[in-house]
């Protein structure tokens, strides 16, 4: 069980060999467990100055043995990371010293601490909210610049703000409600239902238009899911080393020879793409090649966006019809793959098949139109476009299912307003929307969330 009063400490980095490593600890006992061990002429463990590191060596206890030199930094609360005390000592990386100096360091009376225990300090100390919290892993796990920068707003409290904002609103119209409830008409003036149904409509559009960022956000975290598919031979393996620019996949004239699915990650406009070429779309009698098929029906399923290969120099056949009713209702580009050969497809005849769909011809063997596909991914993937330099995106799902109760509840709210409700039933969907709202920051989430939340952290952050 956790307690905010005792003092926890565990390796911050990487355990490796390396230049430096990293023991923090945090709590009540923190500088007296850390001075115990630390000998340095500028340090005075009875009043040592905050955020200022101090050169000296790390000392066993027992045996007097100096074990390595170090860097030791105290921040005091509750001006730290935590919001309680703080100490952190920088030694060097090796798996045995940054273990020994564990060691002491809980026989000194911390304990190690549980997976995003500091973090989850922090939250609990009110140095930081819940989105906040989550926007550190999100920091950390970032595979793109882009998705960097919007974690980083997050961490910075940008999206707390807003929603904060949200809630003042909210509590302002509980207000006016409330009061109504409370006193008889003829004591007070009557509540403006007029205006309060205003105010909510305004509030409803900002959530609204914060929940219409979370498809461009969830892309920039998750990244867009691509698939290849086209009958055999048509180039898919080709145009999928052509967009890693590099050989991935086997080509040969073969009709067949991807049998297996391939996948590879590229990034375009700071967006992960995840590829994945194959097995040709066809009848087949061979095994092996009927079970690659199979799989890419599976991931033609889950896929977010289709490239669907077509061979410029051949005419349309059965097949590509086939595969073109595979693709109905998904987000698809048509690729008109062998543009070095003599064209024997035109755009009439795709009249039917992908006339709703982008239309892009390349040269996989050359390289030629690949800059216009990766253009073409981005924008039929990400077809309503948020600056990410301005504005706030939504790129967690918890935040999404929360916002979506909210709007919910606001749209109850304003329904009742113009409906004459009862004042203590529209209270009912406005104690709703704020319990969510609570949820998001964390000021009303129940603990097993909580729990769920921080045991995605690593150990020391």
Same mark, same amino acid.
């Given at each position: 069980?956790?307690?905010?009063?005792?003092?926890?400490?565990?390796?911050?980095?990487?355990?490796?060999?390396?230049?430096?490593?990293?023991?923090?600890?945090?709590?009540?006992?923190?500088?007296?467990?850390?001075?115990?061990?630390?000998?340095?002429?500028?340090?005075?463990?009875?009043?040592?100055?905050?955020?200022?590191?101090?050169?000296?060596?790390?000392?066993?206890?027992?045996?007097?043995?100096?074990?390595?030199?170090?860097?030791?930094?105290?921040?005091?609360?509750?001006?730290?990371y935590t919001g309680d005390d703080v100490v952190e000592i920088n030694c060097h990386s090796g798996l045995v010293i940054l273990?020994?100096?564990?060691?002491?360091?809980?026989?000194?009376?911390?304990?190690?601490?549980?997976?995003?225990?500091?973090?989850?300090?922090?939250?609990?100390?009110?140095?930081?909210?819940?989105?906040?919290?989550?926007?550190?892993?999100?920091?950390?796990?970032?595979?793109?610049?882009?998705?960097?920068?919007?974690?980083?707003?997050?961490?910075?409290?940008?999206?707390?703000?807003?929603?904060?904002?949200?809630?003042?609103?909210?509590?302002?119209?509980?207000?006016?409600?409330?009061?109504?409830?409370?006193?008889?008409?003829?004591?007070?003036?009557?509540?403006?239902?007029?205006?309060?149904?205003?105010?909510?409509?305004?509030?409803?559009?900002?959530?609204?238009?914060?929940?219409?960022?979370?498809?461009?956000?969830?892309?920039?975290?998750?990244?867009?899911?691509?698939?290849?598919?086209?009958?055999?031979?048509?180039?898919?393996?080709?145009?999928?080393?052509?967009?890693?620019?590099?050989?991935?996949?086997?080509?040969?004239?073969?009709?067949?020879?991807?049998?297996?699915?391939?996948?590879?990650?590229?990034?375009?406009?700071?967006?992960?793409?995840?590829?994945?070429?194959?097995?040709?779309?066809?009848? #087949?009698?061979?095994?092996?090649?009927?079970?690659?098929?199979?799989?890419?029906? $599976?991931?033609?399923?889950? &896929? !977010?966006? *289709? +490239?669907?290969?077509?061979?410029?120099?051949?005419?349309?056949?059965?097949?590509?019809?086939?595969?073109?009713?595979?693709?109905?209702?998904?987000?698809?580009?048509?690729?008109i793959n062998k543009s070095d050969l003599h064209q024997h497809l035109s755009a009439d005849d795709l009249n039917g098949l992908?006339?709703?769909?982008?239309?892009?011809?390349?040269?996989?063997?050359?390289?030629?139109?690949?800059?216009?596909?990766?253009?073409?991914?981005?924008?039929?993937?990400?077809?309503?476009?948020?600056?990410?330099?301005?504005?706030?995106?939504?790129?967690?799902?918890?935040?999404?299912?929360?916002?979506?109760?909210?709007?919910?509840?606001?749209?109850?709210?304003?329904?009742?307003?113009?409906?004459?409700?009862?004042?203590?039933?529209? #209270?009912?969907?406005?104690?709703?929307?704020?319990?969510?709202?609570?949820?998001? $920051?964390?000021?009303?989430? &129940? !603990?097993? *969330? +909580?729990?769920?939340?921080?045991?995605?952290?690593?150990?020391?952050?």
């Amino acid at each position: 069980m956790q307690h905010r009063d005792d003092t926890i400490a565990a390796i911050a980095t990487p355990v490796g060999t390396g230049g430096i490593g990293i023991i923090k600890l945090t709590g009540p006992d923190a500088l007296s467990i850390a001075s115990r061990l630390f000998q340095s002429s500028s340090f005075s463990a009875s009043s040592p100055e905050t955020h200022r590191l101090y050169y000296g060596t790390i000392i066993d206890p027992d045996d007097r043995c100096r074990l390595d030199d170090v860097l030791l930094s105290y921040m005091k609360s509750p001006s730290s990371y935590t919001g309680d005390d703080v100490v952190e000592i920088n030694c060097h990386s090796g798996l045995v010293i940054l273990r020994k100096i564990l060691d002491l360091v809980i026989r000194g009376g911390a304990r190690l601490a549980e997976p995003g225990e500091f973090t989850k300090r922090a939250f609990l100390n009110g140095r930081i909210d819940l989105t906040q919290a989550e926007a550190v892993i999100d920091v950390i796990d970032a595979k793109t610049e882009n998705y960097l920068k919007l974690a980083s707003r997050h961490l910075r409290g940008d999206l707390a703000q807003k929603t904060k904002a949200f809630r003042e609103t909210l509590l302002e119209i509980s207000a006016h409600i409330e009061v109504s409830i409370d006193f008889p008409e003829d004591e007070i003036d009557a509540v403006d239902t007029g205006s309060l149904a205003r105010k909510t409509a305004g509030l409803s559009d900002m959530v609204k238009q914060l929940l219409s960022t979370f498809d461009q956000g969830n892309l920039y975290r998750m990244g867009i899911q691509a698939v290849i598919v086209g009958k055999p031979n048509v180039g898919k393996s080709s145009l999928l080393n052509a967009l890693l620019g590099d050989t991935r996949a086997i080509v040969t004239s073969i009709p067949g020879t991807t049998r297996d699915t391939i996948q590879e990650t590229i990034t375009i406009e700071g967006v992960p793409v995840r590829l994945t070429d194959t097995a040709g779309l066809r009848s #087949s009698q061979n095994e092996i090649e009927q079970m690659g098929i199979d799989m890419t029906m $599976s991931k033609l399923a889950d &896929a !977010d966006l *289709v +490239l669907v290969v077509l061979d410029g120099s051949d005419e349309l056949d059965p097949r590509d019809r086939t595969v073109s009713r595979y693709v109905k209702g998904k987000k698809a580009i048509a690729v008109i793959n062998k543009s070095d050969l003599h064209q024997h497809l035109s755009a009439d005849d795709l009249n039917g098949l992908f006339s709703s769909h982008s239309i892009v011809k390349t040269s996989a063997l050359h390289g030629r139109g690949i800059d216009e596909l990766k253009q073409a991914i981005y924008q039929t993937a990400i077809h309503n476009s948020h600056d990410i330099s301005s504005d706030i995106l939504l790129c967690n799902a918890r935040h999404k299912s929360i916002l979506e109760r909210t709007q919910n509840s606001l749209q109850a709210v304003f329904d009742g307003l113009c409906n004459g409700l009862a004042p203590e039933l529209i #209270s009912v969907d406005l104690q709703a929307a704020l319990h969510a709202l609570g949820e998001l $920051s964390g000021e009303t989430t &129940a !603990d097993d *969330v +909580l729990d769920m939340i921080f045991s995605k952290f690593c150990i020391g952050k």
